[in-house]
């Protein structure tokens, strides 16, 4: 499986900033995605970063507040824009490989706390 | 709503004591797959379930999927403090490749 890693491992920020979070992964991938875990919950998709266009985001996330790059097959930022205290999460990235094609595998994580 | 609904949401239980996990839903999906993941980390895949009626084992871990392929369990054997973790079910719909996550359950085995 691919070794990912993601930049920071944890922040505190203040209302109002913006945070961009690094995802890395050690091999080249098709499809990388960036998941949002809410403090005591399960993890929720924001959206699909795709290579060479705009990212696909699911209900509730929209691009001015969570904007994504993808400028090659290892490598995708998020962007946590005009943060409030709600933002505070674990984010997630993760890529689809492996032995099946449904497999997805994680970062660490980035923990991020809006005061 | 979630769609993929767990129980029980948090389990505290005695080392060497066994344990089910149910990941319920009333969708179909192509695939199902557990993760478990721990404080400061990321999930980690533990095993990906496809048939309907499937059994896998994964040393003291055994994992079922139903046979309409909507529900599944994780049933762990003499649970050992190192299982300690939220364990995670996740399924991916037909023609989909997006991963559904279920609410989770939180294990803690006492020593």
């Known amino acids: 499986s691919a070794v990912i890693s993601q930049k920071p491992s944890r922040d505190i920020c203040q209302r109002g900033t913006s945070l961009t979070i690094q995802c890395q992964v050690d091999s080249q991938v098709t499809m990388m995605f960036w998941y949002r875990q809410q403090p005591g919950q399960s993890l929720t998709l924001i959206a699909t970063?795709?290579?060479?266009?705009?990212?696909?985001?699911e209900s509730g996330f929209v691009i001015d507040k969570f904007p994504i790059s993808r400028p090659n097959l290892t490598f995708s930022t998020l962007t946590v824009s005009n943060m409030s205290p709600e933002d505070s999460s674990i984010y997630l990235c993760?890529?689809?490989?492996?032995?099946?094609?449904?497999?997805?595998?994680f970062g660490p994580g980035t923990r991020l706390t809006v005061t | 709503t979630q769609l993929l609904e767990q129980s029980p949401q948090f389990l505290s239980i005695q080392e060497g004591e066994n344990l089910t996990v149910y990941c319920n839903s009333s969708s179909v999906f192509s695939s199902l797959q557990w993760y478990r993941q721990e404080p400061g980390e990321g999930p980690v895949l533990l095993v990906t379930?496809?048939?309907?009626?499937e059994v896998k084992k994964l040393k003291r871990l055994t994992f079922q999927f139903g046979d309409a392929r909507k529900d599944s369990s994780l049933h762990i054997t003499a649970a050992q403090p190192g299982d300690t973790g939220l364990y995670l079910c996740?399924?991916?719909?037909?023609?989909?490749?997006?991963?559904?996550f279920g609410s989770g359950t939180r294990l803690l085995v006492r020593p």
């Open positions: 996740a399924g991916v719909m037909d023609s989909s490749y997006k991963l559904i």
């Open positions: 970063a795709n290579q060479g266009s705009e990212a696909t985001y």
């Open positions: 379930v496809v048939t309907g009626g």
């Open positions: 993760s890529v689809l490989g492996g032995r099946g094609a449904d497999e997805q595998y």
